[in-house]
């Protein structure tokens, strides 16, 4: 096993990369990452048996969700191992519910909301998105459309982070 050190890392160097190969990066942690047919309400999972994670991810999400989902659970095995337990289950809405196979009571509202901040700064680091956002900036909705492709991530997911850094994609270019 790699020290935590090590991990943090390999983290950090997988987030030079754009897009940013989170399925690399969870084995690389030595996280397995596996889809099913999950529930719909349930984006997915991170299990741990006999000390071995696994993340699962629903199989009928968008690519962009998927991707999101396995950043947001690399999130928890980074930030939360400890409270992890035999696992997590992530509802749609990145919470542990009682209607997925784990009701996690450990992992709370703090921890997912720390969760999905880890998983966008991993997709779409700060660095990263001044870079480009200099490129499509005055490209208005198109802009925003292109950096989410460039980064594999939803428009949405684009436009809380890039707003989050008060950026626009309707300022003039100087």
């Known amino acids: 096993m790699i020290s935590f050190a090590e991990q943090v890392k390999l983290v950090s160097d997988a987030a030079n990369q754009v897009p940013v190969d989170v399925e690399s990066l969870a084995q690389s942690l ?5 889809e099913a047919f999950l ?10 048996h006999n000390g071995a994670y696994t993340i699962t991810v629903n199989h009928s999400h968008s690519d962009t969700r998927k991707r999101f989902t396995v950043a947001h659970e690399i999130g928890h095995y980074m930030l939360h191992r400890p409270l992890i337990g035999e696992g997590i289950d992530d509802s749609i809405a990145y919470r542990s519910e009682s209607g997925g196979k784990y009701h996690n009571t ?7 909301t ?3 901040k880890f998983a966008a700064s991993l997709l779409m680091p700060t660095s990263q998105i001044r870079t480009h956002h200099a490129t499509f ?11 989410a492709e460039l980064f594999n991530v ?19 270019v100087a």
């Open 154 to 172: 939803s428009e949405a997911s684009m436009r809380i982070r890039t707003e989050g850094m008060g950026l626009s994609f309707s300022d003039p």
């Open 30 to 34: 030595g996280i397995g990452v596996d």
């Open 106 to 112: 450990k992992i709370g509202p703090r921890q997912e």
């Open 114 to 116: 720390q969760a999905n």
């Open 39 to 48: 529930e719909d309400n349930i984006s997915g999972m991170l299990e741990c």
């Open 137 to 147: 900036r005055g490209d208005g909705r198109s802009g925003l459309q292109s950096m």
